[in-house]
């Protein structure tokens, strides 16, 4: 079956401008993570979606960051006012409740 | 604060050889870890998960302990082939949140 899938695959925009990334999940998977991977850096935990409870946003660097999840499915993360700093590579991954994470390609962000 | 670490940060190891890429985690309240691989350009791929009660688990040539109460895992790889070559990350989470925590990876690279 598909597996998780993200768009674009690559975003360059100039410093200041909004950006959105999309991440649809697999079909069924009431869990959704996003995370934030730089340049010589680890995975950084962004925010975690399951189910309908409240996200857990407490890996988000800034109030520029948004995420949301409309109807348990598609999730899109949105960064305000960008910055050079947000350049990286954004992963989303969605599981089953403490199953294996399943993580798409990402998005690679560039801000000149 | 949780932090997981990796050692070694990179490896290099002929065909055929039998490795082991370790990971450790400073609390030990986990609720389960995973091993990952990740390829260049690539998202992440789930290896192994163990659950918190778990000691091991097994996949082909893989295998992953996990020692919570020294905060240690170790990924076993047997018979190692060129295909392995990637990074390998471990990530854990801890007791109530499912926060996942990575360590900044062992790049792998298995000559032929």
């Known amino acids: 079956g598909a597996g998780v899938s993200q768009s674009p695959s690559n975003k360059v925009t100039e410093k200041g401008k909004d950006v959105e990334l999309r991440c649809d999940p697999i079909s069924g998977h009431t869990a959704l993570y996003w995370y934030r991977q730089s340049l010589g850096q680890g995975l950084e935990f962004l925010i975690y979606f399951q189910g309908n409870s409240a996200p857990d946003k407490s890996g988000l660097p800034s109030d520029r960051f948004s995420a949301e999840r409309t109807g348990g499915s598609v999730s899109t993360l949105t960064i305000q006012r960008t910055q050079q700093e947000d350049s990286a590579v954004y992963l989303c991954?969605?599981?089953?409740?403490?199953?294996?994470?399943?993580f798409g390609d990402g998005t690679r962000l560039s801000i000149l | 604060k949780q932090e997981v670490t990796q050692i070694p940060a990179a490896l290099s190891v002929p065909e055929g050889e039998n490795l082991v890429l370790n990971c450790s985690f400073t609390?030990?309240?986990?609720?389960?870890l995973q091993w990952f691989r990740q390829d260049p350009g690539k998202g992440l791929t789930s290896l192994l998960l163990i659950q918190s009660s778990q000691r091991e688990q097994t996949s082909g040539r893989l295998n992953a302990s996990l020692d919570k109460s020294s905060g240690r895992s170790t990924l076993y790889i047997a018979a190692s082939q060129p295909g392995d070559s990637a990074t390998y990350l471990c990530?854990?989470?801890?007791?109530?949140?499912?926060?996942?925590?990575f360590g900044t990876g062992t790049r792998l690279k298995v000559l032929a």
């Open positions: 991954a969605s599981s089953q409740y403490n199953q294996p994470q399943h």
């Open positions: 990530a854990v989470t801890t007791s109530g949140t499912y926060k996942y925590i």
């Open positions: 609390d030990s309240a986990i609720y389960n």
